[in-house]
T-cell receptor, first 112, second 115 residues
Framework: KNQVEQSPQSLIILEGKNCTLQ??????????LRWYKQDTGRGPVSLTI?????NTKSNGRYTATLDADTKQSSLHITASQLSDSASYIC???????????FGTGTQLKVEL | DTEVTQTPKHLVMGMTNKKSLKCEQH?????MYWYKQKAKKPPELMFV???????INESVPSRFSPECPNSSLLNLHLHALQPEDSALYLC??????????????FGNGTRLTVT
C-alpha cells in the first residue's frame, strides 16, 4: 500500500529561525514528489515538484531535497517568518501522475 | 489569490436539502478534480474530470454527483447528505490529467456543514 509519512506532526519555532520537515514514502512506481503549503481555511499551494532525477529544488526561502534511494524528502525553511505558519503537506505521485498519495502534514507555527 | 475560484465559501445545509458547489478556472486546464478534506487530515480524492469527461470516481456515494458543463467549470451536486459529510471541499485543476510533473492548482475550498 502506498504511504507517505511526515514528521514532526507539529512544530513551533521562533521567527527568524530555520527548520526542516521530513517526508518518508513507500510509493511505487514513483513519479514525482511535491511539497504544498496550506494556510488554515485555504487550499494547498504548490511549493516544489521534484522528479526522480532531481536532488534539490529551491523556491525562495524553501529548499526541498529528495533521496530516491532511501525514499526520503525534506523541506528546509530558512529565516522563518510569521506567514510561514501553515500546514506543509508532502504528496507523492505514482504511475502516470494522477494518483497522488498525500502525507498527513506538518503543522508549523512561527512565533515572535 | 488562487486562480481556481470556488463558491460558495461556506455552506450550511440540512440533510434533506439539495445544493451545489461550483468551481471555475480560466487557465486552460483540461483536468479538474474534487477533493474532500476533514480537519487535520490530508485531502482525499473524490473525482477527476479529463477533457470534460469523468475519468476517476473514487467510489464516492451517489449523494455526491459531479458535473463538468465545460472545460472551465466543475460542479458538485449534493443531495441527502449526512452530518459526517461536513468537510472542506476542494476543487483543483491541472494542465492535463495523468501527466507526471504537472502541478495541481487548488481553490480555497467550500466549508460545508451538514446539520
Amino acid at each position: 500500500k502506498n504511504q507517505v509519512e511526515q514528521s514532526p506532526q507539529s512544530l513551533i519555532i521562533l521567527e527568524g529561525k530555520n527548520c526542516t520537515l521530513q517526508c518518508n514514502y513507500t510509493v511505487s512506481p514513483f513519479s514525482n514528489l511535491r511539497w504544498y503549503k496550506q494556510d488554515t481555511g485555504r487550499g494547498p499551494v504548490s511549493l516544489t515538484i521534484m522528479t526522480f532525477s532531481e536532488n534539490t529544488k529551491s523556491n525562495g526561502r524553501y529548499t526541498a531535497t529528495l533521496d530516491a534511494d532511501t525514499k526520503q524528502s525534506s523541506l528546509h525553511i530558512t529565516a522563518s517568518q510569521l506567514s510561514d505558519s501553515a500546514s506543509y503537506i508532502c504528496v507523492v505521485s505514482s504511475g502516470g501522475g494522477n494518483k497522488l498519495t498525500f502525507g498527513t502534514g506538518t503543522q508549523l507555527k512561527v512565533e515572535l | 489569490d488562487t486562480e481556481v475560484t470556488q463558491t460558495p465559501k461556506h455552506l450550511v445545509m440540512g440533510m434533506t436539502n439539495k445544493k451545489s458547489l461550483k468551481c471555475e478556472q480560466h487557465m486552460g486546464h483540461r483536468a479538474m478534480y474534487w477533493y474532500k478534506q476533514k480537519a487535520k487530515k490530508p485531502p482525499e480524492l473524490m473525482f477527476v474530470y479529463s477533457y470534460e469527461k469523468l475519468s476517476i470516481n473514487e467510489s464516492v456515494p451517489s449523494r455526491f454527483s459531479p458535473e463538468c458543463p465545460n472545460s472551465s467549470l466543475l460542479n458538485l451536486h449534493l443531495h441527502a447528505l449526512q452530518p459526517e459529510d461536513s468537510a472542506l471541499y476542494l476543487c483543483a485543476s491541472s494542465q492535463e490529467a495523468g501527466v507526471a510533473g504537472t502541478p495541481l492548482h487548488f481553490g480555497n475550498g467550500t466549508r460545508l456543514t451538514v446539520t
